[in-house]
């Protein structure tokens, strides 16, 4: 029973997670979607204080047990390649 809740709190912490990344990203696309500012200071520091924050939700759910490191990474890896692709296609525009 008790490793049936850990596995539930593990799924629920990794979907949570999830969900967080899912907001950046669409913070994301809907820049490169609108690249009508695509140096806005303002939104640039919005999407920094989120990576930081969701870096940050990682790291405790990490040092808690709740998801791997190499999970966490992954997911932070993947909005990195995201912004990534917005800031070259700002500097294209």
Do not use: W
């Not at 709190?9 to 009508?36: C, F, G, R, S």
């Not at 204080?49 to 890896?77: C, H, N, P, W, Y």
């Amino acid at each position: 029973m008790a490793s049936e809740m850990i596995v539930n709190h593990q799924e629920k912490a990794y979907a949570l997670l999830q969900a967080d990344a899912e907001k950046i990203l669409k913070l994301i696309k809907v820049q490169m979607e609108n690249l009508t500012m695509p140096q806005c200071p303002l939104y640039e520091e919005v999407l920094d204080t989120q990576m930081f924050g969701l870096s940050r939700e990682i790291e405790f759910a990490v040092r808690l047990g709740l998801i791997d490191v190499k999970d966490g990474k992954e997911i932070l890896d993947k909005l990195e390649r995201e912004l990534s692709a917005l800031h070259d296609a700002s500097i294209r525009k």
